[in-house]
C-alpha cells in the first residue's frame, strides 16, 4: 500500500478547510436574509398596530353620545324619561 505523500495531505486539508468556510458564509448569507425578513415583518406589523389603534379610536368615537344622540334624533328618536327607564334584573343563583 502507498503511503499518501504530504501534497495529497495539503490538498485534503485545503478542501476541508474550504468546505467549512464555504459553510460559514452559507450560514451568513442565510442569516442576513432572514434578519432582513425580520426587519420587514416588524415594519408590517408597526402598521398593522397602528392600523388597528385608529380603527379603535373611530369605534369609540362612533359609540360616544356625541355621534349616537344626533344619529337618534336624525330617526325621529328620543331620549327616554327617567320613568320610562326600566331596569331588569335575573335572579342570582341563591335566589330559585
Not at 474550504?18 to 442576513?32: F, G, K, P
Not at 415583518?41 to 398596530?49: A, F, H, P, V
Not at 389603534?53 to 337618534?72: F, G, N, T
Not at 325621529?76 to 335566589?95: F, K, N, Q, Y
Amino acid at each position: 500500500m502507498v503511503q499518501p505523500r504530504g501534497r495529497v495531505w495539503v490538498t485534503l486539508w485545503l478542501v476541508f478547510v474550504l468546505a467549512i468556510l464555504a459553510w460559514v458564509v452559507a450560514r451568513q448569507t442565510s442569516a442576513v436574509v432572514s434578519a432582513g425578513e425580520l426587519d420587514e415583518l416588524r415594519n408590517e406589523r408597526s402598521l398593522l398596530e397602528a392600523r388597528r389603534a385608529e380603527l379603535l379610536r373611530r369605534i369609540r368615537e362612533a359609540e360616544s353620545r356625541a355621534v349616537l344622540v344626533p344619529r337618534a334624533e336624525s330617526l325621529g328618536l328620543r331620549m327616554p324619561a327617567d320613568s320610562e327607564i326600566v331596569i331588569l334584573s335575573t335572579p342570582t343563583s341563591g335566589e330559585r
